[in-house]
């Protein structure tokens, strides 16, 4: 069984203060794909980022970085300089890979995080 | 119009009554999802179809009818519903091929509210 746990249900910060979601996922799989999504107040979850278990470098785009680290089964999510925009509630989803291409996402309960002006 | 549309944004129905929620995509895509979101609850898939076919129907009470009439549009089918079938669904699309990443596009939700 797939799990994704956020164990962050909500975080406040000052804006400019940089802050880190965390995600701790459990999976029997040796290949799955990790995934963040954003659900801004306007309600449609907007896709961040997807990376693959075989690929562990991290990633920077602009203010937002993640760090993959498998030995840990960990995908946190850094936002620096925090923004009122970031405001939002984010996800964590897992997913196994497989040649049918249309596996269930499991996603965590979401973190809520308000940057405060 | 583009991504994925999702209406009504807002309803609030009896249990007696039979309502529909639409989801319309715009990306040519070829599976549609439905998923519900309660609060403090991950989101819950109730419903895939892929190329038209139901692929995946995830538990969900008969009281929740999808119906996909090309791959296009997806509806959710209301009727006897219960107070806490009261949530946010979320429609979603993707195009699936095989070992893909499938990343989902999500609609802005349907929130409803059963009295």
């Known amino acids: 069984a797939q799990k994704v746990t956020q164990a962050q249900t909500e975080i406040s910060v000052v804006e400019k203060e940089d802050v880190t979601l965390d995600c701790v996922y459990e999976?029997?799989?040796?290949?799955?794909?990790l995934f963040w999504y954003k659900q801004p107040p306007s309600g449609e979850l907007v896709f961040l980022i997807r990376?693959?278990?075989?690929?562990?470098q991290n990633e920077i785009s602009g203010r937002y970085s993640w760090n993959f680290q498998k030995s840990t089964s960990s995908f946190n999510f850094t936002i620096t300089a925090s923004q009122v925009v970031d405001s939002a509630v984010y996800f964590c989803?897992?997913?196994?890979?497989?040649?049918?291409?249309?596996?269930?996402?499991?996603f965590g309960t979401g973190t809520r995080l308000t940057i405060i002006p | 119009e583009t991504g994925v549309t999702q209406t009504p944004r807002h309803l609030v129905m009896g249990m007696t009554n039979k309502k529909s929620l639409k989801c319309e995509q715009h990306?040519?895509?070829?599976?549609m999802y439905w998923y519900k979101q309660s609060a403090k609850k991950p989101l819950e898939l109730m419903f895939v179809?892929?190329?038209?076919?139901?692929?995946e129907n995830n538990s969900v009470p008969s009281r929740f009818s999808p119906e996909c009439p090309n791959s296009s549009h997806l509806f959710l089918h209301l009727h006897t519903l219960q107070p806490e079938d009261s949530a946010l669904y979320l429609c979603?699309?993707?195009?699936?091929?095989?070992?893909?990443?499938?990343?989902?596009?999500f609609g802005a939700g349907s929130r409803l509210t059963v009295l």
């Open positions: 979603a699309s993707s195009q699936v091929t095989p070992a893909g990443a499938n990343v989902l596009t």
């Open positions: 999976t029997r799989d040796t290949t799955y794909y």
């Open positions: 990376r693959n278990s075989f690929d562990e």
């Open positions: 989803a897992l997913r196994r890979i497989s040649n049918f291409g249309n596996e269930k996402l499991t």
């Open positions: 990306l040519g895509h070829n599976a």
């Open positions: 179809y892929n190329f038209k076919e139901q692929t």
